[in-house]
């Protein structure tokens, strides 16, 4: 039962790897310039990278909502806000010209783990991401064995999605077919995030 609860929470999740931003475009451009273990390479940077944001903000909500409870309902404010502004700039993106992607060449293992992690770590969108997450989803906090499975099934489904594009864009060719699905991936995303954050806002309702 316990991975059952967290489905929909992971289903969400899954949504927000496949967006293309900075990770995955970061994952397919080191696949085509400097192949497919270089791409590995970004992905398991990708799926630890996560595990660490997971465990982060997940002990952290869960400390927060047991000392301050209004939290909760601030967070999910935010998080609605949040998904709105978002939601809107990925639809702009839909609206703007299709990406170039640029293949990053010559890249060594070590070298594509690191600069993925980095990444990962400093992507804004993934403590966006969190925040939507624990809003809509608060049972992925609600305590240790939740937090213990969702931490890692978060980072095995973030290294399974990025091992996946670097698997398939390994090549210039598949990389200029992703680009070219930049603007409806975009536009169906932005319109999710819209709908969530409106969810969400609902919720404050009385």
């Known amino acids: 039962m316990l991975v059952i609860d967290l489905l ?6 899954l949504l927000n790897v496949f967006i293309p931003g ?15 273990q270089a791409g590995l390479a970004c992905a398991l ?3 630890l990278g ?7 903000v997940l002990i952290g909500a869960a400390a927060l909502f047991t000392a301050f409870p209004i939290t909760k309902s601030l967070i999910t404010a935010l998080g609605g806000l949040l998904l709105q502004y978002f939601g809107v ?4 993106k839909a609206l703007s010209h299709a990406i170039i992607i640029e293949a990053v060449e010559n890249r060594p293992m070590s070298a ?7 990444v990962m770590m400093t992507n804004p969108k993934v403590m966006t991401t969190w925040l939507a997450v624990i809003s809509l989803f608060p049972v992925v906090a609600s305590d240790a064995p939740h937090i213990a499975t969702f931490s890692v099934m978060a980072g095995c489904l973030s290294f399974a999605g990025h091992a996946l594009f670097a698997t398939l864009f390994s090549s210039r060719a598949a990389g200029r077919i992703y680009a070219m699905l930049y603007r409806p991936i975009n536009a169906l995303v932005g319109v999710c995030f819209c709908l ?11």
Request: glycine content about 12%; proline content about 6%.
């Open 8 to 13: 929909p929470a992971l289903g969400f999740l």
């Open 22 to 36: 900075p990770n995955v475009l970061n994952t397919i451009a080191t696949a085509m310039g400097s192949g497919r």
């Open 45 to 47: 940077a990708c799926g």
């Open 50 to 56: 996560l595990l660490c944001w997971a465990i982060g």
């Open 89 to 92: 700039r990925y639809i702009r």
């Open 112 to 118: 594509a783990f690191w600069q993925a992690y980095l």
């Open 196 to 206: 969530y954050g409106l969810k969400l806002l609902f919720k404050l309702l009385p």
